[in-house]
Each structure stands twice: as C-alpha cells, then as structure tokens.
C-alpha cells in the first residue's frame, strides 16, 4: 500500500503562488504516476496534472496549463504542485493520488489507486 500525505494549501491572493506538497510512504518503489485533482463545492473531481515518478513527463489541464508544475523529489518521496498567477477558480479541495501502473488515461481519476484526504487551497479576490 501507498500513503499519501497532502501539505501547503491555504489561503492565496489572487495572482499569488502556493506550493502544495504530496509525501508517500509504504510501498513508494512501487508508484509509476502521481497526479493532482481538485473539487470545488458542488462539482466534480477534476484532473489538474499527472506526472511520471521515475521519469518526470507531466500531463495537465487546460485550465492550468502555464500556470502550475508539477515536480517530484524521489529520495523524498514527495510530488509538488506549484501554483502560480492563481485564480479564484482554483478554489478547492487537492487531492493528490498514485497509481502502481502505466494509467488507461491520465486525466482520470479512476486510473488512480491510492489517494490522499485533500488539503485546502482558498482564493481571495
């Protein structure tokens, strides 16, 4: 199994940056591809990026592209999500998740295996 651990949201000026941060312990040999997912109130989980642990190729969303990176710390064990010239739409709920395998599509959550409780991320106007 494969524990994830999410860290770094809080409140944000719009326009400012935050860094989100993804620690996984367990059975960390094992993970291929971490991704992040948001949900605001009242709407579905959505993909916001995926990465390749060992290799690093990143995959993210429209809404986000330009904007955010996604990185890994392999001898930490940690996946990030840098969040810059934030919007009040990436207002939510992140969630970070893991797959042992080569995911069917990237984009979705239910290639995902293990998943963290979420952290927080509020935009101010």
């Known amino acids: 199994q494969v524990q994830l651990v999410e860290s770094g949201g809080g409140l944000v000026q719009a326009g400012g940056s935050l860094r989100l941060s993804c620690a996984a312990s367990?059975?960390?040999?094992?993970?291929?591809?971490m991704g992040w997912f948001r949900q605001a109130p009242g709407k579905e989980r959505e993909f916001v990026a995926a990465?390749?642990?060992?290799?690093?190729?990143?995959y993210y969303a429209d809404s986000v592209k330009g904007r955010f990176t996604i990185s890994t710390d392999i001898p930490k064990n940690t996946v990030y999500l840098q969040m810059n010239s934030v919007k009040p739409e990436d207002a939510a709920i992140y969630f970070c998740?893991?797959?042992?395998?080569?995911?069917?599509?990237?984009?979705?959550?239910?290639?995902?295996?293990?998943w963290g409780q979420g952290t927080q991320v509020t935009v101010s106007s």
């Open positions: 990465i390749w642990w060992w290799s690093g190729g990143a």
């Open positions: 367990g059975r960390t040999f094992s993970i291929y591809a």
């Open positions: 998740a893991a797959t042992g395998r080569r995911p069917s599509n990237w984009f979705s959550e239910v290639s995902y295996d293990h």
